[in-house]
């Protein structure tokens, strides 16, 4: 693929590594999904997301569940979506905004993929966490990516699968949400809607340990490198020892 070679991860600055961080050992601690977020109707991994933006409140950001929703045109359908933002208030710029997408892959994901596009694919982070400059440039790159895969198997380009169907999600405007509508009236059971979370939960958790073994293989065995691969090691054996992951 002639523009795999400018698709990288770019290395995230100290406060979004620390945030990454963060969100990795929140994901893999959190055991269950928290009741007090379940809704009643479609879910789509809303609960998922409201509990991860409560433990990071706990855990002293300024996080929020956000949907953005957008107008259809000639050129983009309308739609909807949902992400976690971060709102860092000392940053270089004022109130620098950084995005969390807890299933990533998934916007890319296409029919008849061939080869290539399965590789880079797998080169993106199963969870975003950073900037939307760097956020576009993901983009950018999958949306190219995309195209000439389906290109390659004779097939149009949909526009659910151009840049600017893919910007919108992101890019749009949006409103914060701290806290989840409550179901009112029925008792705190899971639905079968709110059991594929849990489901999506575990292979979330099974998809980010598989990353960061990637990642920690990847690193120096010395210096630097070894020192921040063996504190990643200490985090997570400090959650399996509280049996807070289960595959």
Not at 188 to 215: I, N, Y
């Amino acid at each position: 693929m002639p523009f795999l070679s400018q698709f990288s991860k770019r290395n995230l600055d100290q406060y979004e590594s620390d945030l990454q961080s963060v969100v990795h050992s929140l994901v893999l601690s959190n055991s269950e999904i928290d009741r007090q977020f379940v809704k009643s109707g479609s879910c789509n991994a809303s609960c998922i997301r409201y509990s991860l933006a409560q433990l990071l409140r706990h855990s002293r950001y300024d996080a929020a569940v956000c949907s953005s929703r957008w107008q259809g045109s000639s050129k983009v359908p309308g739609g909807d979506h949902e992400y976690i933002d971060v709102v860092n208030h000392a940053g270089s710029r004022k109130s620098d905004r950084l995005i969390i997408d807890i299933d990533f892959r998934s916007h890319f994901e296409i029919a008849r993929a061939v080869e290539s596009y399965n590789r880079i694919l797998k080169l993106l982070p199963v969870i975003y966490v950073g900037s939307l400059s760097r956020l576009s440039q993901f983009l950018q790159v999958m949306a190219k990516a995309g195209k000439f895969s389906l290109k390659q198997n004779s097939m149009p380009l949909p526009p659910w699968r151009s840049f600017a169907y893919l910007k919108a999600k992101w890019y749009s405007p949006y409103q914060r949400h701290s806290d989840a509508e409550r179901q009112s009236g029925i008792g705190w059971s899971l639905s079968p809607e709110h059991e594929r979370c849990s489901g999506h939960l575990k292979r979330l958790q099974s998809a980010l340990v598989s990353e960061m073994e990637a990642d920690r293989l990847m690193k120096p065995e010395n210096g630097d490198g070894k020192s921040r691969r063996l504190k990643v090691d200490r985090r997570r054996h400090s959650l399996f020892r509280k049996d807070s992951f289960r595959s």
